[in-house]
């Protein structure tokens, strides 16, 4: 049974989105069942280590959470079925990664794992960015809710992604929250689009931790990357 997880999972996240896709009214009950698949799931690969990783199964859950809420702002239903086959193929790299660690739970610098949990946790936070600087720009959702959730998403993944490569400490932490805090304010003081804001947002998270995982060397790479970036971005959003 176990073995058949990170393939049997999948399948069944695939009839939550799909049931959301046609049934959007439905979209608490749908979230609420596949968040408990996806604990059920990292509980029975984890087995007795389950409680020692919960910020794993918490940041699952945001990242299912993330995947659903862009969907909800999506307008074109080809996209939206399209992301869909991308999401289910995302979790099931998830699962089938996630049983290969806690099988080998020794061999703490898995790189498969580790890559794999820095790229999703990175496009999560993205679709989780945009997607909110949509709410604020088209429902007035609140900005005070937006920073709370953004900022703590950013810390639980920041923690992970830090604590598994085994370069963490709580003033890295608290320095990433405070600069990432300020830069979603001017964010939003800003007249850019949502995707503009969330990726701005996005590669400042990026730049942040790659720069602190990879120390002095990789400074310049990531700074010039960084930079270049943030222009490209703001000047197409320029009109011409």
Request: with cysteine; aromatic share 22%; hydrophobic share 65%.
């Amino acid at each position: 049974m176990q073995a058949l997880l990170p393939f049997i999972s999948p399948i069944l996240l695939a009839f939550g989105f799909w049931r959301f896709l046609v049934k959007p009214d439905d979209i608490w009950l749908i979230s609420v069942l596949s968040i408990a698949l996806i604990i059920l799931t990292v509980k029975i690969l984890a087995k007795r280590h389950f409680f020692g990783f919960f910020r794993l199964w918490i940041n699952l859950s945001i990242v299912y959470l993330a995947q659903i809420l862009f969907l909800i702002i999506l307008n074109v239903n080809s996209l939206r079925y399209l992301l869909t086959v991308l999401w289910i193929g995302i979790w099931y790299l998830v699962f089938l990664l996630i049983a290969k660690y806690f099988k080998n739970l020794k061999n703490i610098n898995d790189f498969d794992y580790l890559a794999f949990t820095r790229f999703l946790y990175y496009l999560s936070f993205w679709l989780l960015a945009s997607s909110l600087y949509y709410l604020i720009i088209f429902i007035n959702f609140s900005l005070w809710w937006t920073l709370a959730i953004l900022l703590l998403t950013a810390g639980f993944f920041a923690k992970e992604i830090l604590l598994l490569s085994e370069k963490i400490s709580s003033k890295l932490l608290w320095l990433l929250l405070f600069s990432l805090g300020q830069l979603l304010l001017a964010l939003y003081l800003m007249p850019i689009s949502f995707y503009l804001a969330g990726t701005i947002a996005c590669l400042w998270l990026f730049f942040f931790l790659e720069w602190n995982l990879f120390g002095q060397k990789g400074f310049l790479k990531f700074f010039w990357l960084f930079v270049g970036a943030i222009a490209l971005l703001l000047l197409s959003s320029l009109p011409f």
